[in-house]
DNA sequence: TCAATAGTGTCTATTAGACAGTATACC
DNA sequence: GGTATACTGTCTAATAGACACTATTGA
């Protein structure tokens, strides 16, 4: 006994008004997705004793047409209408890179009117982190002038001020992207108003150099998040080769973090997350160290 | 002296460029944003002496016309293309309350080929979080068949598979949203697979009566953030009046977190987000009780 | 007086921070 | 042997959990 189809207003059935749906044709803006890709690279060392020193990259492309001609940018490009956002970045995120199963996860959504001079556009940043060493078996590969950039970045100055409604404070953020070949640096200013127990948090370029877009807005986001997520999460190991030791891994928490730890309290907190495995390091100059890997589903029942 | 501008390869500069630029007549999709209005709401009390029991509250708007005709969903709208997604946001926040800040974050992005049966449509999510008091003030207004149901959620089963890959565990929540008039239940099946480090979460929504479109997944996704974003920020101020008890305080934090916290722990924890006022509860069957207001920038410098 | 909530003191368990001290390969 | 890192033991400080206890109002 089949139910009364719901008919709206004008007697139409839902099959029926899908079917003589229009969708006018209005005015719609332009979708893309932009990557922000995170690796740890590890620097030559001129000291045989001492461990190399490590750092935060970041994939970024040069432009080669208009608008910022010549600037970097990060990857990316537009959402097809027949196909989810998500695939439209895990497409971006494997072209760049040549493999899957990368971590991947939606960072926020930038819809400023006048983000990119051509036209409207609406673009949904994404973060990944890779492991180099596995990105390393095949890298490089098309994608013209893409490159890899150190990350570094620093609280340059704080302002605070308290007015009738409540308190307003400037920070601003210098971050520097460089190469061998490329130094680009640029100024965020953050601004946090407390109205009532409302907070609200504004990002703004005052300075930039070289980068296209706003594209340094959704770079600093991207770091911002990568520490909050690192004190909670093991998102860490997403940046970590599958066999690795535990200063390695204390390392990659340092630089993310921009603090040292302490080894004995740093070797307690992670030590469920971490199988010790038989292997070791060898032809270091110093005491070999015992190689762990990843405790799949430590927290899970 | 000006520097010579920079020419692309047609010898186009930047401003010749964008003065001839096309966007081009492609497909593109529509972006609307949907808004997760919660509030705090308070139960009549038969018993004189008890605190009335206090609810967490969603506002939802009924549809008027296909597709989900008669279903229920979030308040929302489109984004139009001289708007930055998030006036469009606080169009529709304020549309609802009829009340200037209030507290709204970003959620995330939905972008699924099909979520929309009429044509493609990516929707942006935000939450908004309102003290019930501040909006007693002028609400009900327009919207026509908007409401207010009280959110519950709970786990009803979890199961977990060990795979030659990883873990895959699988988790399904029911959510019921109810009011006088209305209930809305629905289940949402979480699947959390781990893959090397590579932890992925996908929403599907296995079964929905009453709720139009994805909401439910958007809905199951807000009760998450706002859960974990209660534990180490201080988002649940902003669903307090400008005046509570302690007591007050914990309860909407035991709804949200849904477990019981011990007083004089959870005392200690927020001492330093509060202020202490002259003024007191009066006309309870028992002790009156100290007014607190939220301590402005306690976390600044 | 008593029901119901408000609020405090204190013991214990757990976790984080500090730091000294031992261990070990390789040039 | 000396250098640079690997790793552990233990004291202390800070924080969270448990629970008993006192305080205060209005019907």
Redesign the pocket.
């Known amino acids: 006994m089949p139910n009364e189809p719901v008919t709206d207003l004008n007697g139409l059935t839902e099959e029926q008004f899908l079917k003589t749906y229009n969708a006018g044709s209005y005015e719609r803006p332009s979708v893309t997705v932009d990557m922000l890709i995170f690796t740890v690279m590890e620097q030559e060392?001129d000291?045989?004793?001492?461990?190399p020193a490590k750092s935060l990259q970041l994939l970024l492309i040069q432009r080669g047409g208009h608008p910022f001609l010549g600037q970097w940018a990060l990857p990316g490009g537009f959402v097809a209408v027949d196909e989810s956002i998500e695939d439209a970045a895990r497409r971006e995120l494997f072209s760049e890179t040549n493999i899957d199963n990368i971590y991947m996860e939606q960072l926020y959504t930038w819809g400023d009117v006048q983000r990119d001079p051509r036209m409207r556009v609406i673009s949904c940043s994404y973060m990944a982190l890779v492991d180099r060493k596995t990105l390393d078996v095949q890298a490089g590969d098309d994608a013209a002038a893409a490159a890899w950039f150190e990350v570094s970045h620093r609280m340059v100055e704080t302002s605070r001020s308290e007015q009738e409604q409540g308190i307003r404070q400037e920070t601003l953020v210098e971050i520097t992207l460089q190469n061998e070949l490329t130094k680009l640096s640029g100024v965020v200013k953050l601004t946090e108003t407390v109205h009532g127990p409302v907070r609200r948090v504004h990002r703004e370029i005052v300075q930039s150099d070289g980068f296209a877009f706003d594209h340094l807005l959704m770079v600093q986001y991207a770091i911002e998040r990568l520490r909050g997520k690192a004190e909670y999460t093991d998102i860490v190991f997403n940046l970590m080769p599958p066999l690795f030791?535990?200063?390695?891994l204390?390392r990659v928490y340092e630089i993310i973090l921009g603090k040292d730890?302490?080894?004995?309290?740093f070797?307690?907190?992670i030590a469920d997350r971490v199988v010790e495995t038989e292997e070791?390091?060898?032809?270091?100059?110093?005491?070999?160290?015992?190689l762990y890997r990843y405790n799949l589903g430590w927290d899970l029942t």
């Open positions: 060392q000291n045989y004793r001492k461990l030791t535990l200063s390695e204390q730890l302490l080894p004995a309290a070797r307690r907190k070791s390091t060898r032809d270091a100059g110093h005491r070999p160290s015992k």
